[in-house]
């Protein structure tokens, strides 16, 4: 995988240990939910479809440990770590995964439709590249009311080829709105191959036709995608407008959990998991810095296992919605109240 170098401040550096070890506790959380979602998705606990964030959670973590809860994100349908490093819940995550009453859309979105706007997550997105708007909205917003927030749209490689891409970065170039475009390449639009859905060779390169900044970093090292955000999002903040970010990165596992995979080898998949985990790379560098010991990395996986335990236990004894429900909440305004609009 080649990776362009960029020269960001090194913000990373002047981290404390507590807020290095805090991107990897995020992570491990992010991890320890994915894997255990795709054992209950197996053991068909969980209703629809599940897309896993697991080998990107360097993109989420470093991204969100740049925001402030009142900035924006919008996300996509592997949506999970994005939700989690913004400050979801998991509990309510789980609930909505079950299709149960006490999840965030009452248990009728499912995976594809976590939000959480008290904490600035606009949602996950079935719709591929249905996210680039929003943020758009949220940024012009940010500009009219004059406030110094930030909306950050993550999305894949396979949705720089839809048009909302170019609709949203070509409308927040010239307006120069507070808004950083995050691509998640991790190579494979469900069974298309990165290169072959891509006539530049970067992501990053369209944002030229743009007029606007366009960086590759390596996705899966938490410093670099931790410097290149915290410079990006700076820049937005002070009114200096978007820029588009391309991390790169690998999908560990199926487009979604039951994916056959007949269009990569095992291989190929398993040199990946043990060249480039994020994780690994990134205990091993937190060891050898000497921040912490294996025992203080065990309290992370503990601390997850523990959240998890008690999110699953939340959904589980959850109720199901009722019948009676299937026609609320699918509007933002009563149906009566604005007949003329509903008609
Ligand atoms: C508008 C639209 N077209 C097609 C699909 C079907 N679809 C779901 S995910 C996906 C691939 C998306 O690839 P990418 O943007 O690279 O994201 P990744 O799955 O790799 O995270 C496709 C084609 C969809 N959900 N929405
Ligand atoms: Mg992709």
Same mark, same amino acid.
């Given at each position: ?13 002047? *981290? ?26 197996? #053991? ?22 740049? *925001? ?8 996509? =349908?592997?949506? =999970? @770590? ?42 996950? #997105? ?71 859905? *891509?006539?530049?060779? =970067? ?7 743009? @007029? ?14 931790? #410097? ?12 200096? @407008? ?12 199926? =487009? ?79 149906? #009566? ?7």
């Amino acid at each position: 995988m080649e990776v362009t170098k960029n020269s960001f401040p090194d913000a990373f550096s002047t *981290l404390s240990p507590e807020r290095k070890l805090a991107l990897l506790e995020t992570m491990v959380r992010i991890r320890t939910f994915e894997t255990r979602v795709e054992e209950l998705f197996l #053991n068909k606990k969980i209703p629809g479809f599940v897309h896993l964030y697991i080998g990107e959670e360097a993109i989420a973590t470093g991204v969100m440990a740049n *925001l402030r809860k009142d900035d924006w994100i919008t996300s996509t =349908h592997r949506g =999970h @770590g994005h939700a989690i490093a913004k400050g979801a819940k998991t509990d309510k995550m789980m609930a909505e995964l079950f299709g149960k009453k006490t999840g965030y859309c009452k248990g009728k979105g499912g995976s594809m439709h976590i939000a959480d706007f008290s904490v600035g997550m606009l949602g996950a #997105n079935g719709v591929v590249g249905g996210g680039f708007n929003i943020a758009v909205g949220a940024a012009l917003s940010a500009q009219i009311k004059k406030t110094d927030q930030v909306a950050v749209c993550f999305f894949g490689d396979g949705a720089s080829n839809r048009g909302t891409f170019h609709e949203a970065i070509n409308l927040a170039a010239i307006w120069k709105l507070p808004v950083l475009f995050v691509n998640e390449n991790n190579q494979y639009a469900s069974t298309t191959p990165v290169n072959y859905g *891509l006539s530049a060779q =970067h992501v990053a390169d369209r944002a030229k036709g743009y @007029g606007i900044e366009g960086y590759t970093v390596d996705g899966n090292n938490i410093a670099e995608t931790y #410097n290149a955000a915290a410079y990006l999002i700076q820049r937005a903040r002070e009114g200096k @407008g978007p820029a588009l970010l391309e991390c790169l990165t690998y999908r560990v596992k199926g =487009h979604y959990v039951g994916d056959p995979e007949r269009y990569r080898t095992r291989e190929e998949v398993q040199k990946m998991v043990n060249e480039r985990d994020p994780i690994h790379a990134y205990k091993s560098w937190l060891l050898d810095a000497g921040i912490t010991n294996q025992a203080g990395i065990a309290k992370f996986y503990d601390l997850a296992e523990q959240e998890l335990r008690a999110a699953i236990e939340f959904a589980e004894s959850s109720p199901l919605p009722e019948p009676e429900d299937a026609l609320n909440d699918l509007f933002s305004f009563s149906p #009566n109240e604005f007949p003329e609009v509903v008609r």
